[in-house]
């Protein structure tokens, strides 16, 4: 007799759904997983230390490198901990620029999450449909920043430069040019049979297990656990635009998927208000000659697309900060990806991963 | 030195017994084309027993495989009429030369088949092999624009030689097999892929004459199903032999689904087979004569078989939402990858001369074959005419509408029969192929579970009980 035994497979870190270089060590029965262990370091560029031996300005264009798919909400946390460090209070359009800046950009993360958890489904059409949404965004950003990808656009005090008029027309085309082909997203691939069935009841997190491993972001709020950072603990001027946070309930990965999309609506909510409340002014806060914090230490946080993105920083009162903690919400929301993933089947684990929606820059940092 | 050889990867299963579960594959593979050629022979043989004259004549006959030409020529079987395949190697012919030589018989008069044979299938070879370039570039440029991109642009006017440099480039690469793979079987399995993809073209119908169906064997359908199935033996094969784990995944989900999805899809292929009465590719059609409503699509049971058909057989040709034995983003690529070269290229030729048989012989079964119907005729215009004038709006707008009207006029007055047939079994099954294409645009991938509960909860019963309806259709109104 043919004895049976536990299959090992390595998905990754070469491997067309791990989204990046992680690598899943998977223990299979036939298709049925009984564990999956990520493996992680593959893209580390030790951006915590690196923190340690550049100047405050210096080290910002490596924010854009942590999470690629929303450097601007990097850029966002690491100068607010730096102002807040510094004690410095930035303009009021600067504020407003800000948020609908971060607001396209987690539009923008979301349409490839959207692509993405498509294509790990099996689904390939909503992807280049999303990147033809996305490109438009860029497109916005490129007009503002000069870049695409790594923008660098978010300076200590300040922003890079101001909006010109065009780029607010820009903006407004935008908002309407979206809800159509959001509506089109819709009918493709949310109400597609055999995406429910793939997604539906799939990888379930029940909220103790999310917040016993400090979930945080819409993988968090597709269990149901309503809390978002900008809700939780306001910055820039989110206190005064109105939006939902929509919250699922079941936990599975179709919940996780209708928490983002549900978020772009909110988000395009967002920066409509913004555009509306947009004030004249200066964008850039008066700073000192050189950035030198006092001694002192910051946790700020930040919603990014993908949850929490937090910066513990130090300052012994140089140009250099003592040390630069990152909180990346991927790398949390990651790891509770091994409960999750136990117990289904193989193509679940796809879907299952690709619902954390994990940007491998920021999990290895 | 002795050069460290790499340690076997253990398997899940611990293949100790690799001796026998080769030999077992082997007896696979001889018992597939057993099965797929001994029914053809009691079949054919029933028939052709009446006009042997003597036993040694019929076993000549069966070895031969094809009836030989002397029986030809006396227009027994009517192969010659039509010319196609006796094997140029005929062993019943080789022979009767053989003695004839030595003078102890009369020589077969053979030339004019042969060279009849030889044109044939070098027509049916080059019609697979064109057909299916044409096809992936088609895909190629629908998946496009359905995904709001261009497709191939680059190679030729609008890309149109791109598949063909693609051809070019798999031949031209470095053919490897992986060090721990079994070459024997790694080898073996894309011609195992390959052959029945194009072995099953012998029977379909290309038009309404005897000149535009290689050979209409009266077990035609028999003999598509039986061929088809033949693939799963070498997809198993080329999971098994690359030494991938990822491989041997989609060999093992191929060979649960093709199995499966063999079920229903032979069941509902019964349908027509009742209603007309018989296997024969041909009859099929014949029996479909009366116009539109005659239709298999619709006669007894209204859409429910071609429907069935249509869905196992996108499973058995591994066609989007049953993708799963070469899933990119579960297993990579599933069986085949560990293939590259030509070696890849057959599997790919193979996929797609799969695909478009399928849809063949789903429009000769269900949708009247070459039978065009004034009212069908109008309707199929109309698409065309529409899908080109509403939808090419790169070209001029005077142009895209002048040919609108003339794929209309070409409907309207192209005839079903003669050379027209070609063009109405053409047309329907490329719609079909068409639908394919859009059906992979469109869908995300099952799961494993979900598919094969789709088939056996889902499918074989409702092909049974359409089975079972026609069945009772036919038994009431037949005289």
């Known amino acids: ?365 | 030195m002795t050069t460290a050889t790499r340690p076997r990867v253990p398997r899940g299963i611990e293949y100790n017994l690799g001796f026998f579960v080769r030999l077992g594959l082997l007896l696979g593979v001889l018992g597939g084309i057993g099965a797929a050629t001994l029914p053809a022979i009691p079949i054919l043989g029933y028939g052709l027993l009446a006009h042997h004259d003597s036993i040694t004549s019929y076993v000549a006959w069966l070895f031969g495989w094809c009836q030989h030409s002397e029986l030809v020529s006396e227009g027994i079987y009517g192969c010659g009429q039509y010319g196609l395949p006796v094997p140029l190697f005929e062993p019943a012919v080789v022979m009767q030369r053989v003695l004839g030589l030595v003078g102890l018989g009369r020589p077969p008069k053979v030339t004019v088949d042969y060279v009849v044979a030889i044109i044939a299938s070098l027509i049916l070879l080059h019609f697979v092999v064109i057909s299916v370039t044409l096809i992936i570039y088609i895909l190629r440029k629908v998946i496009g624009y359905m995904q709001a991109r261009l497709g191939p642009m680059r190679v030729g006017p609008k890309g149109i030689l791109q598949t063909l440099i693609d051809a070019v480039k798999l031949l031209a690469k470095e053919d490897t097999i992986p060090g721990t793979a079994d070459k024997v079987m790694f080898t073996l399995a894309p011609v195992v892929v390959f052959i029945p993809a194009l072995l099953v073209y012998v029977v379909v119908p290309f038009g309404d004459s005897k000149g535009f169906i290689a050979r209409d064997l009266n077990i035609g359908i028999l003999y598509v199903v039986a061929m088809s199935s033949i693939t799963v033996i070498g997809i198993i094969l080329a999971g098994w032999a690359s030494d991938n784990k990822y491989a041997l995944f989609g060999a093992m989900r191929a060979a649960a689904q093709l199995v499966s999805y063999e079920v229903p899809g032979v069941l509902v292929v019964l349908g027509p087979v009742i209603m007309a009465g018989s296997l024969g590719m041909r009859d099929i059609i014949l029996a479909q004569k009366g116009g539109v409503t005659e239709w298999f699509i619709w006669s007894p049971v209204p859409l429910v078989g071609f429907l069935v058909y249509l869905i196992s057989s996108l499973a058995e040709t591994n066609i989007t939402p049953f993708d799963l034995p070469e899933a990119e983003s579960e297993l990579v690529s599933g069986y085949n990858v560990e293939y590259s070269g030509m070696k890849f290229g057959l599997f790919f030729l193979a996929e797609f001369a799969n695909s478009f048989t399928v849809c063949f012989v789903a429009a000769a079964l269900f949708l009247g074959g070459w039978y065009a119907p004034p009212v069908f005729k109008l309707a199929a215009g109309l698409t065309l005419a529409l899908s080109v004038g509403l939808c090419w709006i790169e070209l001029p707008f005077l142009l895209r509408w002048a040919l609108a009207a003339s794929a209309l006029a070409v409907c309207l007055g192209m005839p079903d029969h003669g050379w027209g047939s070609l063009y109405w079994m053409m047309l329907k099954a490329s719609g079909l192929q068409f639908l394919t294409m859009w059906i992979r645009a469109t869908y995300p991938r099952v799961r494993v579970d979900q598919l094969m509960e789709f088939a056996w909860k889902g499918l074989i019963p409702i092909s049974l009980v359409y089975l079972a309806a026609v069945g009772l259709w036919a038994a009431i109104n037949q005289k």
């Open chain 1, 1 to 365: 007799m043919p004895k049976t035994e536990a299959l090992q497979i390595n998905m990754g870190p070469q491997h067309p759904s791990t989204h990046g270089v992680l690598r899943v060590i998977l223990q299979v029965d036939g298709e049925w997983i009984t564990s999956a262990e990520p493996d992680l370091g593959y893209l580390h560029r030790s951006f915590e230390k690196l923190g340690e031996m550049r100047t405050y300005i210096n080290y910002l264009p490596l924010t854009d490198r942590w999470d690629y798919l929303s450097a601007m909400n990097n850029n966002l946390v690491y100068v607010m901990a730096i102002e807040k460090l510094l004690g410095i209070e930035t303009p009021e359009r600067c504020q407003w620029l800000r948020m609908i800046l971060s607001e396209l950009q987690r539009i923008a993360s979301h349409l490839v999450f959207v692509g993405t958890f498509g294509l790990d489904v099996g689904a390939n059409t909503p992807f280049l449909y999303c990147f033809r949404d996305r490109e438009k965004i860029l497109d916005l950003f490129e007009e503002f920043c000069g870049a695409r990808l790594t923008y660098t656009c978010m300076r200590i005090g300040g922003l890079c430069g101001d909006a010109p008029d065009s780029w607010i027309e820009g903006v407004e085309n935008f908002l309407n040019y979206l809800p159509p082909m959001l509506d089109e997203l819709n009918a493709l691939l949310t109400g597609n049979e055999i995406f429910i069935q793939r997604t539906k009841n799939v990888g379930v997190m029940s909220p103790e297990l999310a917040i016993s491993y400090g979930a945080s972001g819409p993988f968090l709020r597709g269990s149901g656990v309503k809390f978002d950072i900008r809700k939780a603990q306001p910055y820039l001027k989110y206190p005064e635009v109105d939006f939902d946070i929509p919250v699922a309930e079941n936990g599975d990965c179709y919940d996780r998927y209708i928490c983002r999309f549900n978020e772009m609506w909110e988000s395009l909510k967002i920066v409509r208000q913004c555009l509306d409340k947009l004030p004249d002014g200066d964008v850039q806060a008066k700073l000192p000659k050189t950035i030198k914090p006092p001694p002192g230490e910051t946790y700020t946080c930040i919603e990014s697309p993908r949850g929490e993105l937090g910066v513990y920083m130090i300052s012994d009162g140089t140009e250099i900060p003592y040390r630069l903690k990152i909180r990346g919400p991927g790398f949390v929301n990651l790891s509770v990806f091994p409960e999750l993933a136990r117990g289904w089947k193989l193509a679940d684990v796809v879907a299952i991963l690709g619902s954390v929606d994990i940007v491998m820059g920021e999990v290895d940092r």
